[in-house]
């Protein structure tokens, strides 16, 4: 399984999650097996200035099937879930804290939006 986060800086699995996924500056991409981390890497978003559904494209090009994020709105979800990707909302914590509640089953999906989303584009 291969888990994408959208984070706000780049220090491995000690990185933060960002407020909303389609302006983070980076993604954690973790690979889990046998309910452990085997590897992760930190990947530059390129469309931090993005268009509606080019992030879901570019977190299933890197063969993940879950996103963990905080805020997202009804839209990228309808895109991530078109293209099989789970997606949790209303996380919150480190890329390793979110990954081990998600595999030890804690990890819920929860509505969350960031404060003043939607009022500045459509998503």
Same mark, same amino acid.
């Given at each position: $399984? /291969?888990? +994408? ?7 491995? %699995?000690?990185?933060? *999650? =960002?407020? !909303? @996924?389609? !302006? +983070?500056?980076? &993604?954690? @991409? ?7 981390? %085997?590897?992760?890497?930190?990947? =530059?978003?390129? &469309? ?9 494209? @570019?977190? /299933?090009?890197?063969? +993940? #099937? ?5 805020? $997202?709105?009804?839209?990228? /979800?309808?895109? @991530?879930? +078109? %293209?099989?990707?789970?997606? *949790? ?6 890329? /390793? ?5 998600? %595999?030890?089953?804690?990890?819920? =999906? ?6 003043? !989303?939607?009022?500045?584009? #459509? !998503?």
């Amino acid at each position: $399984m /291969k888990i +994408a986060i959208p984070v706000i800086d780049n220090a491995g %699995l000690e990185s933060r *999650i =960002s407020e !909303h @996924f389609g !302006h +983070a500056p980076y &993604f954690a @991409f973790v690979v889990a097996e046998n309910g452990g981390i %085997l590897s992760h890497e930190i990947v =530059s978003n390129p &469309f931090e200035e993005h268009q509606p559904g080019q992030i879901p494209d @570019f977190v /299933k090009s890197h063969g +993940a #099937n879950v996103i963990i994020t905080r805020g $997202m709105g009804s839209r990228a /979800k309808q895109f @991530f879930q +078109a %293209l099989g990707i789970e997606a *949790i909302t209303g996380a919150g914590g480190t890329v /390793k804290e979110l990954v081990e509640s998600y %595999l030890d089953g804690k990890l819920q =999906s929860r509505d969350y939006e960031p404060e003043g !989303h939607g009022q500045h584009h #459509n !998503h």
